[in-house]
């Protein structure tokens, strides 16, 4: 199976790519320190290093790439299963309402109680609710009708509508002075204050969820074919899509959670693996996570030290994402033609 | 028929309507399909072939009546539209889904065996190419392998044919009595009444969602019954010379207008 080979030696480059990401990561910035010597202290835990190094290593910039990775690992897989669950090259995980739901828990944390843990913890649940709330839409014919897709689409449309109103009533009634300008930077996207907890928080969520997404890459297959053809092969239509639809709204809801909303990777990552690489479906869903994480580690690298001031990660993703989307469209495009 | 046979496929009583309208697409059809049993489906367009293949497979619930499988089945639709890329034997890869768990994967005899379906359609060139870009004719026969590949105990196909040059008819129907002479159960529709004369051992005649005939080819698909069906003179020659047997002939030539309908 030489292809076979050929697309695992893909996922290898692309590991060395995530580990050349990862240094880059620590060592850039506003206090700037060599790969060697991050290097070093990873290795050896700092013995003798520059205590300052370490401390910026250890405290700041591992967790936050350590984020980087997991959420872009998490986004991008989240997109590529929603691709294929949906039937649409279009779908990202923001479609499912699961990234409104959370952003309105995570303003009205901030507006009722603080920053900090209690707007995790507010966009944690509220995400999830809006899970809860998109599958009882959907209602129980999304389990096994051949309407189910459209009618969890509708229900995406119609829970993130209500909860993106929601935030703008969060923003009305908001403090102008103090609450205000907290509330739109948040909704920004950024991993400015990514810390450990936030790396044990988001760890197993989106861990678990990769993992079971990953498990269910066949049946992620078998989905992309329409849900007759799949129930044809005997797939179990509802479990299969069930199981992802859960890891999808975990992966969004954490990933919210712990770095407010990011967009655009869901859609590019994807795609710039099918392109790059090729859908070989088993080493298709390790190669976007890979991709993911190595590049939202990049981007995030990127918001910190191109300007004096950190340009929140969710505009930057937005404003690379975008033309580099519109790139691919065009070469989708083309693909379509035959 | 007073002998007992084990009824592999059947249906009793089936029938199908939209939801909320009032037309039936398909109405109180019965048939009984034993081992081994070849049987054709045939029928002007729109008469319910393609809705009946799927209630018997399962991809459609039944408005009326009940579907009876003993064994898996494996099914040919006409097309298949992956929405996103993947490979012609990945496609066949996914007939192996019923003997695979919601989290596993296909094993090394799962590809041994999608390859080797896709051999016995004279298709194995086609592996790696991706599905989407593949002609109608190579998708219907990479479509055959993922069936053959599922190793079915009934197979349903909907007009598998239809996009498929004359080798590969003769080659994808040789391949139905083949797998009929080893026990496997088969339903195919198709638009070439030949088809049924030369390979089928039944012959199921659809006329507007009822079930207008049913027996063995040679006596219930006689000129009549061909030209009331198709609304078009048939007539049926000995093909003695060749193969033995006969063949149905369309009579295409007056304008089909001055033809009076039955």
Known sequence: MGAHSQTWRASAGLLALLCLCLLAGLSLGRYAIAPGQVADILLSGGNGADPVAVRVIEAVRLPRVLLAALIGAGLAAAGAALQSLFRNPLAEPQLLGVSSGAAFGGVLAMLLLSDGPPVVAGALIWGLLALLAVFWLAGSQAAGRTSGTVLLILAGIVVSGVFAAGVSLVKLVADPQNQLPAIVFWLMGSLASANQERVLL??????????????????????????????SLGIRVGRARFLALAAVGLITAASVAVCGVVGWV?????????MGIGTDHRSFLVNVMLGGAAYLILVDTLSRTVAEVEIPLGVLTALLGA?????LVRRIGRGLEH | MGEHKEIILGARGLGYRLPREQRWILRDLSLELARGELCAVLGPNGVGKSTLLRLLVGAQTPSAGQVEQRGRVGYVPQSVHPALSLSALEMVLLGRAGGIGLLGAPRRKDYAAAQAAL?????????????????GGERQLVLMARALAAEADILVLDEPTAA???????????LLAELAAQGITVLVSTHAPQHALDFASQALLLFAGERHAFGSPGQVMDEAALSDLYRLPVCRVPL?????????????????NEVSHP
Do not use: K, T
């Open chain 1, 266 to 274: 869901g859609l590019v990552v994807p795609h710039l693996v099918r």
């Open chain 2, 164 to 174: 498929l040059d004359w080798h590969n008819q003769a080659l994808l129907m040789g």
């Open chain 2, 240 to 256: 003695a010379a060749v193969a033995g047997g006969v063949a149905a002939i369309p009579v295409f030539r007056p304008p089909i």
């Open chain 1, 202 to 231: 988001a760890l197993p969520c989106i861990g678990l969820s990769l993992a079971l997404l990953y498990g269910l890459r066949f049946q992620l297959m078998a989905l992309s074919l329409g849900e007759e053809d799949a129930r």
């Open chain 2, 119 to 135: 051999e016995r359609v004279e298709a194995g060139h086609l592996a790696s190419r991706p599905f989407p870009a593949l002609s």
């Open chain 1, 323 to 327: 033309p580099l989307f519109a790139f």
